[in-house]
């Protein structure tokens, strides 16, 4: 049961990484649309989360309203690094939350200890630091890897401010899952859907990406323009 349960997961994720590439790479339209379809199924498993915590309540409207506000920040800061600064930088962001989400799968598997929070009773202290560990040394070498094949062009070099900034980024990561996570304990919910095969609901998966992204460009810039 447990290795036909991997087998789907592995699938699907093997779909959702084709899906995404061909999008990325293929034009700026398929990659708007893409993030379109996108936002707005995370904007829908969101207002499933809400309306089952807080029904029709006034302060339920206004979570709606400001993740709405969210995730077209995130679709204009996703559409618009695309356009200026190129695909490379969108997997980069991309590969360090893929990266936060191993390392905190398989260190805090294979070490275990103390739960990190209440909320999430999966989680534990050595997953996050795993998290963070997975996503400094993955992501490093991968933007050595993209950078030895673009020879005409530094993406970005691995220096103590880009560390740091890894770093942000798989805190922000832990998050948003956490974030998530608390909402649907909230609503009583195992997944938020159940649109993608072995692994339950769009923010299921996404949880981490939605909100470094955003918050990971912000402080790019702070960091490495001032």
């Not at 400001?66 to 995130?74: E, G, I, N, T």
């Not at 999966?122 to 993209?146: D, R």
């Not at 970005?156 to 304990?185: N, P």
Request: proline share 2%.
């Amino acid at each position: 049961m447990l290795n036909n349960n991997f087998l789907i997961r592995s699938f699907t994720s093997l779909i959702l990484i084709i899906i995404l590439l061909f999008c990325l790479f293929y034009n700026n339209y398929s990659w708007q649309i893409l993030l379109i379809f996108f936002s707005f199924l995370c904007f829908y498993e969101f207002y499933n989360l809400i309306i089952k915590i807080y029904n029709k309540k006034f302060f339920g409207k206004f979570l709606m309203f400001l993740f709405f506000l969210y995730m077209y920040l995130f679709y204009f800061l996703s559409t618009n690094i695309r356009i200026k600064f190129g695909e490379e930088v969108i997997l980069i962001l991309i590969i360090s939350c893929v990266f936060s989400d191993i390392g905190g799968y398989v260190v805090g598997k294979l070490i275990g200890g103390p739960k990190l929070s209440n909320i999430s009773p999966n989680k534990t202290i050595s997953g996050a630091i795993g998290s963070i560990i997975f996503t400094v040394c993955g992501t490093s070498l991968f933007l050595m890897i993209l950078n030895n094949i673009e020879k005409n062009q530094v993406i970005a070099v691995v220096s103590i401010k880009f560390i740091l900034w890894l770093i942000f980024m798989s805190i922000i990561c832990q998050m948003g899952d956490l974030f998530i996570s608390y909402l649907k304990r909230k609503a009583n919910l195992k997944d938020t859907g159940n649109i993608l095969p072995g692994h339950g609901g769009i923010l299921d998966r996404v949880d981490g990406i939605i909100f470094a992204i955003p918050f990971g460009v912000i402080t790019y810039l702070f960091l490495f323009n001032f």
